[in-house]
Antibody
Framework: QVQLLESGPGLVKPSQTLSLTCTVSGDSISSGNYYWSWIRQPAGKGLEYIGRIHFTGVTNYNPSLKSRVTISVDTSNNQVSLNMSSVTAADTAVYYC??????????????????WGRGTLVTVSS | QSVLTQAPSASGAPGQRVLISCSGSSPNIGRHPVNWYQQFPGTAPRLLIYSNVQRPSGVPDRVSGSKSGTSASLAISGLQSEDEADYYCATWDDNLFGWVFGGGTKLTVL
């Protein structure tokens, strides 16, 4: 059974870079044709897609965050990383990583997020 | 402002059926399947429905999903107190070239 665990500093100063790691256990990131995504949720608010990466290195980012976000993959350690630069208080949120599971229907790929990590709270404050 | 629109709240008495709607547009729901997630306070979202109507193992058959045009719905029948949670719809958006979520619906069991 695949499990994801986010880790990283819980407190980041404004204007600095937020760095988080998602460690995958129970399966190899390189096996299967999965995307690995980051999603965040400010306290009391909804979910926001940050971006995703395929183990081949192909990435996709939310246009509203693209200029500040980098997602990378470390297949040797079975980890996916998120870096977000120039953070402000608006970036305070619980950050989740999730695997995009999928099926192919009539040659088209249908994706969904499953499983999710438990999430990690990042607070941006001086 | 979320790309997908959900009512912020819904409620029903135990045993009743409740419908949670998700409204989108052509670049998203109009072209791609919808997934639904259930989230309890302080926990990560959990997949509830994928590809519009499919239930993962472990999700009871009193939970169902549907889609028509640019809207999707999640139905929960035989409401139970343990159904109290937040529910989010999500799909891919071709204009944004990324995932979009609804703002979430908080379900209260009266």
């Amino acid at each position: 059974q695949v499990q994801l665990l986010e880790s990283g500093p819980g407190l980041v100063k404004p204007s600095q870079t937020l760095s988080l790691t998602c460690t995958v256990s129970g399966d190899s990131i390189s096996s299967g044709n999965y995307y690995w995504s980051w999603i965040r949720q400010p306290a009391g608010k909804g979910l926001e897609y940050i971006g995703r990466i395929h183990f081949t290195g192909v990435t996709n980012y939310n246009p509203s965050l693209k200029s500040r976000v980098t997602i990378s993959v470390d297949t040797s350690n079975n980890q996916v990383s998120l870096n977000m630069s120039s953070v402000t208080a608006a970036d305070t949120a619980v950050y989740y990583c999730a695997r995009e599971d999928f099926r192919v229907v009539h040659y088209a790929r249908e994706n969904w997020f499953d499983p999710w990590g438990r999430g990690t709270l990042v607070t941006v404050s001086s | 402002q979320s790309v997908l629109t959900q009512a912020p709240s819904a409620s029903g008495a135990p045993g009743q059926r409740v419908l949670i709607s998700c409204s989108g547009s052509s670049p998203n729901i109009g072209r791609h399947p919808v997934n639904w997630y259930q989230q309890f306070p302080g926990t990560a979202p959990r997949l509830l429905i994928y590809s519009n109507v499919q239930r993962p193992s472990g999700v009871p058959d009193r939970v169902s999903g549907s889609k028509s045009g640019t809207s999707a719905s999640l139905a929960i029948s035989g409401l139970q107190s343990e159904d109290e949670a937040d529910y989010y719809c999500a799909t891919w958006d071709d204009n944004l070239f990324g995932w979009v979520f609804g703002g979430g619906t908080k379900l209260t069991v009266l």
